[in-house]
């Protein structure tokens, strides 16, 4: 058994479900995509769910959005994550990417559902946070320049929060 999340956008016009096996929201993502595209204090964050449970209502109001990245040698290429986004009100909904087809991941700021407290949280693209942000570090969080070795499945399994 998962848990069922239900979330929306901001102005109403899409609605959807979702099951998570994995709803703790404890990733933040500092790197510019997710901080332009869906962050409120300088960073965004995901939680996963299973592609097949997806359920979406008003999908006329959807659009994708599929970032360029840029890198520092200047070659640049479409990132293959399609951030979904109500037209309307521009609220960030989720990502899907093919490179996880069974996979999609919502935005929890996107969420209606109560979601659970996380333990402690993964602070991750450290590396491309604002000069403006400072990242509120808790006790037994952890901190990465980039991506984190560990899933988010094998997050949450670690530490018995993953939902059967």
Not at 42 to 60: E, H, K, Y
Not at 78 to 104: I, Y
Not at 106 to 116: G, M, N, Q, Y
Request: glycine share 8%; aromatic share 10%; hydrophobic share 35%.
């Amino acid at each position: 058994m998962s848990m069922p999340l239900q979330g929306s956008c901001r102005c109403g016009a899409v609605t959807f479900t979702v099951d998570s096996h994995t709803p703790y929201p404890y990733q933040l993502c500092y790197c510019s995509i997710c901080r332009k595209t869906a962050g409120g204090g300088g960073f965004a964050i995901n939680i996963m769910g299973t592609a097949a449970s997806l359920r979406v209502q008003g999908s006329d109001a959807l659009r994708v959005y599929q970032a360029e990245i840029r890198q520092e040698d200047g070659h640049c290429e479409t990132s293959t994550g399609r951030r979904h986004f109500c037209f309307r009100c521009a609220s960030a909904l989720w990502l899907f990417d093919p490179s996880w087809p069974d996979l999609v991941h919502p935005f929890a700021s996107a969420i209606d559902t109560d979601l659970p407290r996380p333990p402690e949280k993964v602070h991750l693209m450290l590396r491309y946070k604002a000069g403006w942000v400072e990242p509120q570090i808790g006790p037994g969080d952890r901190c990465f320049d980039e991506y984190p070795e560990q899933s988010i499945e094998d997050w949450h399994r670690q530490r018995g929060l993953w939902i059967d």
